[in-house]
């Protein structure tokens, strides 16, 4: 069964940049599209950036494009999101999750990590 651990997150001031990770295991990231999610206070859940493992095609959320870079390690078997220039509007938890390319049901989700940034 796939486990995903996140890593990272905390405290910053706008401007500054942090690193997520999301680490698989139990299976390998193949074959697969990892997105990274976040949920501020009293908001729904949303998209923020996707990668196809195979072939790296990224995506991602409007107002993080430019900013934000999702990108992964095969040899660690884990995806990072390097964001940066971070806004007070970016604060939330963020989640990874894993899915087959054919599927929109979620194999797994890491545990959630906060973001916060002050303005």
């Known amino acids: 069964q796939v486990r995903l651990v996140q890593s990272g997150g905390g405290l910053v001031q706008a401007g500054d940049s942090l690193r997520l990770s999301c680490t698989a295991s139990?299976?390998?990231?193949?074959?697969?599209?990892l997105d990274w999610f976040r949920q501020a206070p009293g908001k729904e859940r949303e998209f923020v950036a996707q990668?196809?493992?195979?072939?790296?095609?990224?995506y991602y959320k409007d107002s993080v494009t430019g900013r934000f870079t999702i990108s992964r390690d095969v040899a660690k078997n884990t995806v990072y999101l390097q964001m940066n220039n971070l806004k007070s509007e970016d604060t939330a938890v963020y989640f990874c999750g894993v899915r087959e390319y054919a599927s929109f049901v979620y194999d797994a989700w890491g545990q959630g990590t906060q973001v916060t940034v002050s303005s």
């Open positions: 990668l196809t493992w195979d072939d790296y095609t990224t």
């Open positions: 139990g299976r390998t990231f193949s074959g697969t599209l």
